[in-house]
């Protein structure tokens, strides 16, 4: 088990984070430090993953080695945003499955609209681990869980960069069983559903758009 909210505070995590939020820092140091960031989260993400062990022969002897041997690893990536931390995360567990799911804003409802769900098969057998760098309101990722669970994911955990309390506090309520894992808790969301201080519009700053 891992707790219900890790907050890494590595100093690597924490001074890559520094450097991310900055305004003038460019879109390729943004994207550069955003998949360096994305592989130490994902070290903190899988942490605790069942292992076995393999019996190896090293130059020197035999020994019984230990090796992952629990449920296999799928990632989830909430689209757009969510990509850039996928990348970061696929490189460590270059086997685990891939789903996307993508989710617009209903501006008179404010409530998530889905567009595009492709989820792996065989979620039940899988620890599944969704991304998206920023959990402001919450309102994607409660979304694309419940997807996640309706195709049968039971072990699900949430890796963000920046989370929101509003966010932690919506997800917690809707999922206590999901694990969140995020670089820093902000201070609050304003009032345009920002995360405040933040680092602005992940989506806008990975791929240079605006
Ligand atoms: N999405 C972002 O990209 N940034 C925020 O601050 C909130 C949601």
Known sequence: MIPQLTVVDHPLVQHKLTLMREKHASTATFRRLLREISLLLAYEVTRGLEMTTKRIETPLCEMEAPILGGKKLALVSILRAGNGLLDGVLELVPSARVGFVGLYRDEATLTPVEYYCKLPQGLE????????????????????????????????????????????????????????????????????????????????????TK
């Not at 409660?142 to 996640?148: E, G, K, P, S, T």
């Not at 808790?185 to 405040?196: A, C, F, Q, R, T």
């Open 125 to 208: 057998e899988r620890l599944t681990i969704l991304v998206d760098p920023m959990l402001a309101t919450g309102n994607s990722s409660v979304a694309a869980v419940d997807l996640m669970k309706a195709k049968g994911a039971r072990d699900i955990r949430f890796l963000c960069l920046l989370a929101a309390p509003e966010g932690v506090a919506r997800m917690q309520e809707a999922h206590p069983d999901v694990p969140i894992v995020t670089a820093a808790l902000d201070d609050h969301l304003n009032e345009h559903g920002y995360i405040v201080p933040g680092l602005g519009d992940a989506g806008d700053r990975m791929f240079g």
